[in-house]
C-alpha cells in the first residue's frame, strides 16, 4: 500500500463531542437519568474527525467505546480519497485517504442496483464516508457505513473546520477569541432576518417540513422558499448532517430532520 503524505496534518490530533458535566442540586434519580440522556446522546452523534484520529483512537475495555482525548467516540464521519478498490462480489472494499492517514472501508452492494457500485465509485473521486467505529482483528473499521461521492468541494473544507472546531471543544478551547469580537468566517445573514443564522432557518424550515415530506424536503424548496442560494443551502445541509441534526431522505436532494 502506498505511503500517503501528512503534511500540514502531523500537528492536527483529537477530537471528539462537548463534554461538559452539569452537577445541579437535584435527587440521584435525577442525576442518574441526566447522565443516561447524555451518554445516549452522545452515542447518537455523528461527529466529524481525521482519518488519524480514528486510527489513534483507543478503548479503556474490550469490546467498549473508542475514547479520543477522554470523549466516547461512537459514529463518525470523514472526508477523503479512494485511492484503491476491491470488488469482493457481494461488497466493496474501499482505501480511503484524507492526508492525515488511511482506512479501509466495506460497502456491502446493492443487488438490485442498475449501476454497478464500482462505476459510481472509482479510484480518484471524493467521498462523504459516516459509520460506526469498531475494531476487528485489531484493525479499525466501519460498521453500516454510508459512502456517497463529493459534488460540491466546499464539503471537503468545510468538514475540516467541522473537525478542528470538535477538536477545540473537546479541549476546552474557545473558537470565538476569549470572547472578543472577530471577524466571521462566512457573510451574516442581513435579509431582514439578523436574529437567526441562516443555517437556523434551513434546520427550522426543515423540522417544519419533515412530517408532510416524508421522502425528504427538497434543496430546490428550501432555497425558493427561504431566498437562498440552492449552493449555500447544500453547504449547510451538509453542516446539519454532520452535527446529526438531519439526514438524507429518499435521494441527495432531500433532507429530513432527526
Known amino acids: 500500500m502506498a505511503t500517503y503524505a501528512t503534511n500540514g496534518y502531523q500537528d ?22 441526566s447522565s443516561s440522556q447524555n451518554k445516549a446522546q452522545q452515542r447518537n452523534t455523528l461527529t466529524p474527525v481525521t482519518i ?31 485511492r484503491n478498490v476491491v470488488d469482493n462480489t457481494s461488497s466493496l ?18 443487488d438490485s442496483a442498475n449501476e454497478s457500485p464500482a462505476s459510481q465509485l472509482p479510484v480518484g473521486i471524493y467521498v462523504y464516508v459516516t459509520g460506526a467505529l469498531k475494531e476487528f482483528n485489531g484493525k479499525k473499521n466501519l460498521q453500516h457505513a454510508t459512502v456517497r461521492p463529493i459534488i460540491d468541494h466546499n464539503e471537503v473544507l ?3 473546520l467541522s473537525a478542528i472546531v470538535t477538536h477545540l471543544h473537546a479541549q476546552g478551547l474557545s473558537t470565538n477569541n476569549n470572547g472578543q469580537n472577530s471577524n466571521p468566517l462566512f457573510v451574516p445573514n442581513t435579509d431582514g432576518n439578523e436574529s ?16 408532510s415530506m416524508p ?15 440552492v449552493e449555500d443551502v447544500q453547504l449547510h445541509c451538509a453542516k446539519l448532517t454532520e452535527d446529526g441534526k438531519v439526514y438524507h431522505g429518499y435521494d441527495d436532494n432531500g433532507f429530513l430532520a432527526v
Not at 483529537?14 to 458535566?21: A, V, Y
Not at 421522502?215 to 442560494?229: D, K, R, S, W
Open 196 to 211: 437567526k443564522s441562516n443555517v437556523e432557518r434551513i434546520y427550522e424550515f426543515i423540522h417544519d417540513q419533515t412530517p
Open 52 to 82: 488519524k484520529q480514528i486510527n489513534e483512537s483507543t478503548q479503556l475495555v474490550p469490546d467498549g467505546e473508542f475514547i479520543i482525548n477522554n470523549v466516547e467516540l461512537a459514529f463518525v464521519s470523514f472526508i477523503g480519497v479512494i
Open 158 to 160: 468545510y468538514h475540516h
Open 93 to 110: 472494499t474501499l482505501t480511503v485517504e484524507d492526508g492525515t492517514g488511511s482506512i479501509d472501508v466495506r460497502k456491502w452492494l446493492d
Open 215 to 229: 421522502e425528504g424536503v427538497p434543496i430546490q424548496l428550501i432555497a425558493q422558499t427561504l431566498n437562498l442560494m
Open 12 to 33: 492536527y490530533n483529537g477530537g471528539g463531542f462537548t463534554h461538559t458535566n452539569n452537577y445541579n442540586a437535584g435527587s440521584a434519580g435525577d442525576f442518574q437519568d
